[in-house]
């Protein structure tokens, strides 16, 4: 309940601010508090690359507390796995963890699909610049429409996972699954259902024997495929946030249908090299960065790919450390003792990690935590098998 308040200014910041750099604290505080304990390889490289982030060539340093305020943002992420990973939970304590905290982001969402949002709309929703001035994008709870796609898009390959083992039932997943779908619809944001598709896919993929998951496979691609064309055919709307085209650009090009990602990933490229070998080297930073992107495309924003954030900011040093960052959570999961679907369900989370960095980047709080969790809770073998529950009867 306390995220319905996120907005609500105290102290001249968001509450929903405070609250998570609270809870981010008390990770911190808690990890570094607990004796006898061994970080693990992943949150050394982690906490690395975020102490990187802040040594770099500085344009100015008025930058260094916005950039500082990023890195903060990035921490959540080893932070949020280091300490679920750290604690005692028994696999029943976990089972209730992952299972509460997807449902809940679903179901968070029924009041604002109703018309009854607490929050006044914000600019960055509206959808006038597609001819639609009294429609809004979705944002809920999740403060933007990006950050409700993907914490919706995860937590619908999490009920995927809860009625494959059972843990809910049919009727109540289809229910689930509704609310989902239809948020990210209304987010009109790509990159959750990108998410999304390789999520699932890949769980089906590991799930399954081959032969089942390719009779899965066709089955659900022709479903998504034949919504997808009733809505591109049906839906303007639709069909210019596919095309990426709107009242003022109608030229349809491959850049375009990224959203002008790649001259955002061309500029990023180009940014640390205006500081010579240093930037190149060290980076540039974040915030100089955008200033930077804004200079080359009129927008302030960063390269919508978290790995050429992380070049800007910390460069070809600090684009290192993240790689093997990404790694070692990779490792994690491969040398974890469960062989159940709950590895399935954590390697699903890092290709949805891989390709929310590669088409998105930046920091979404509530996939962080259930990330965490997954990435903690494989360390109990079989810990499907320990526990199960059921909702709705």
């Excluded at 305020?69 to 696999?91: C, D, G, N, Q, Y």
């Excluded at 109703?114 to 709309?121: F, I, Q, R």
């Excluded at 390269?303 to 800007?312: C, I, M």
Aim: with cysteine; charged share 15%.
């Amino acid at each position: 309940m306390i995220s319905y308040f996120d907005d609500l200014e105290l102290f001249g910041q968001k509450f929903g601010v405070l609250w998570k750099s609270f809870l981010v604290l008390f990770f911190l505080t808690d990890i570094i508090l607990r004796k006898s304990y061994i970080w693990s390889f992943q949150f050394v490289l982690g906490i690395a690359f975020g102490v990187k982030s802040l040594i770099y060539f500085y344009h100015s340093f008025a930058y260094f507390l916005y950039d500082f305020v990023e890195v903060f943002k990035f921490l959540s992420l080893p932070l949020a796995i280091e300490f679920f990973r750290s604690k005692t939970f028994s696999p029943k304590m976990f089972d209730a963890f992952r299972t509460f905290v997807p449902i809940w982001i679903l179901l968070s969402c029924i009041p604002f699909l109703l018309g009854l949002s607490p929050y006044e709309v914000k600019e960055f929703q509206s959808l006038d610049i597609y001819g639609y001035d009294e429609l809004f994008s979705f944002s809920g709870i999740f403060s933007n429409p990006h950050n409700a796609a993907v914490s919706v898009a995860v937590a619908l390959v999490f009920v995927v996972h809860f009625v494959l083992n059972e843990k809910i039932r049919l009727s109540i997943g289809c229910l689930l699954a509704f609310i989902g779908m239809t948020v990210l619809y209304k987010t009109y944001a790509r990159t959750g259902w990108i998410c999304f598709v390789v999520g699932l896919n890949v769980y089906l993929f590991l799930f399954f024997p081959f032969q089942k998951f390719l009779k899965y496979f066709m089955g659900l691609g022709l479903v998504g495929l034949l919504g997808f064309l009733v809505a591109f055919e049906t839906s303007d709307l639709f069909r210019m946030r596919i095309t990426g085209t709107n009242l003022y650009e109608q030229e349809q090009s491959f850049n375009q249908l990224g959203s002008g990602r790649f001259d955002f990933w061309r500029h990023a490229l180009e940014g640390p090299f205006s500081e010579g070998i240093p930037g190149f080297l060290f980076g540039i930073g974040l915030g100089y960065a955008k200033d930077l992107m804004e200079q080359a495309v009129g927008l302030h924003i960063f390269s919508h790919n978290g790995f050429l954030d992380a070049y800007q900011t910390s460069g070809l040093i600090g684009l290192i450390f993240y790689l093997f960052y990404c790694f070692a959570l990779y490792l994690f999961v491969r040398a974890s003792p469960s062989r159940d679907s709950t590895r399935i369900l954590a390697i699903s989370m890092f290709f949805f990690f891989l390709i929310l960095q590669l088409f998105q980047g930046g920091v979404f709080f509530w996939f962080n935590i259930l990330f965490g969790i997954i990435f903690a809770s494989v360390k109990y073998p079989r810990s499907d098998s320990c526990y199960r529950r059921e909702i709705g009867g």
